[in-house]
C-alpha cells in the first residue's frame, strides 16, 4: 500500500485543491493493463466501461484521472493526440451498446504522469466541459486514440479486484471476437475493477439537473444577434453552458447548444 499513498500525494495541486466525487484507486505494484484504445489506423478498437452511482443530487465531473498500463513498445504519450471520455446509460445492470456522452480531450487537455519503472501511467483528463449526471447508474471509459498503435505498442486500464463497489468492468474487443460487452469475470475469470478517480462537485438538492449532459464538445459554433429559433418537425431543448434546460425565448447573450431528438446537434454564440 505504500506505492498507493506515493500516487495520491502525486496528484496535480489542482485536483487536490477539488472534490473527489468518487475513486477506485489501483495498487500499482499488483494491478495489470487490460486493453482499452482506438486506432485510426486499423480497426482496431477495445473498450472498458465501468460503473458509477452519482449520489448528492448527482455530481458536475470537470476532472478525470485514469491508471493505463502500457506494453508492446509504448513508452511516450506523445502518439496519443487526444483521449476520448464516454458515458453509457445502463441497462439491467450492463453499459448500452452507444455512449450517451463521447467527449474527445485533447492533448492540451490531458497530462500523463509516469508513476513508476514498470511503465505505468496517471493520466489527468480535465474535460473542456464539464459532464453532469444525476442519481442514476452510469458506466463510464477512458479510452485513449493513436494514429497506430501497432507501431507505437499497446495502453489499458489498470485493474484489479476489490478497489471499488465490487461490480466488475465490462468489456467488447470486436477484433478478437467479443463483439458485445462481457464481464471481467466471464473473459478472465476475476471480478476486475478499473483504476479511475473523478473529480468536481456534487450538486445537492437544490440544482435542478437536465438528466443528459452536453454530449458534444467539439461542435462548430453558429453565432446569432436575434431570437434563436428552432426548426420546426424536431423535438428540440436548448442547454446552456452549465448543461441546464433553458426556454429559447428567454434566451440572452451566451453559448447554447441544441438538442435535436436527444442528440446535440448545434452549437449557438448569442451575441445579442
Known amino acids: 500500500m505504500k506505492n498507493l499513498s506515493i500516487c495520491l500525494l502525486l496528484l496535480?495541486?489542482?485536483i487536490l485543491n477539488a472534490v473527489v466525487l468518487y475513486s477506485q484507486i489501483p495498487d500499482t505494484l499488483s494491478a495489470l493493463g487490460y486493453r482499452c484504445q482506438r486506432d485510426t489506423v486499423y480497426s482496431e478498437e477495445s473498450d472498458i466501461a465501468d460503473d458509477i452511482f452519482p449520489t448528492n443530487g448527482g455530481w458536475r465531473i470537470d476532472t478525470v484521472v485514469a491508471w493505463f498500463g502500457n506494453w508492446g513498445g509504448f513508452s511516450t504519450w506523445t502518439v496519443v493526440p487526444d483521449i476520448h471520455f464516454h458515458v453509457y446509460?445502463?441497462?439491467s445492470g450492463r453499459p448500452v451498446d452507444s455512449a450517451m456522452v463521447e467527449m474527445v480531450v485533447y492533448q492540451t487537455n490531458y497530462t500523463a504522469y509516469?508513476?513508476?519503472n514498470q511503465?505505468?501511467?496517471r493520466v489527468e483528463l480535465y474535460l473542456p466541459f464539464p459532464v453532469y449526471l444525476d442519481t442514476f447508474r452510469y458506466w463510464i471509459e477512458v479510452q485513449p486514440s493513436c494514429h497506430d498503435f501497432n507501431a507505437h505498442g499497446k495502453t489499458g486500464h489498470m485493474a484489479?479486484?476489490?478497489?471499488?463497489?465490487?461490480?466488475d468492468f465490462y468489456m467488447r474487443y470486436p477484433l478478437i471476437g467479443w463483439h458485445n460487452w462481457e464481464t471481467a469475470t466471464s473473459l478472465f475469470g476475476q471480478p476486475l475493477e478499473t483504476g479511475f478517480m473523478l473529480i468536481g462537485k456534487t450538486m445537492g438538492t437544490a440544482v435542478e439537473l437536465v438528466g443528459e449532459p452536453i454530449e458534444q464538445c467539439d461542435l462548430g459554433a453558429t453565432i446569432i444577434n436575434g431570437p434563436l429559433l428552432l426548426p420546426e418537425g424536431k423535438n428540440c431543448r436548448v442547454f446552456d453552458i452549465t448543461g441546464r434546460v433553458v426556454v429559447p425565448q428567454h434566451t440572452k447573450q451566451g453559448i447554447y447548444f441544441i438538442e435535436m431528438d436527444g442528440v446535440i446537434r448545434q452549437k449557438v454564440i448569442k451575441v445579442r
Open 12 to 14: 496535480s495541486v489542482s
Open 89 to 91: 446509460r445502463d441497462s
Open 114 to 116: 509516469l508513476i513508476d
Open 119 to 121: 511503465n505505468h501511467w
Open 160 to 167: 484489479q479486484v476489490g478497489i471499488g463497489n465490487g461490480q
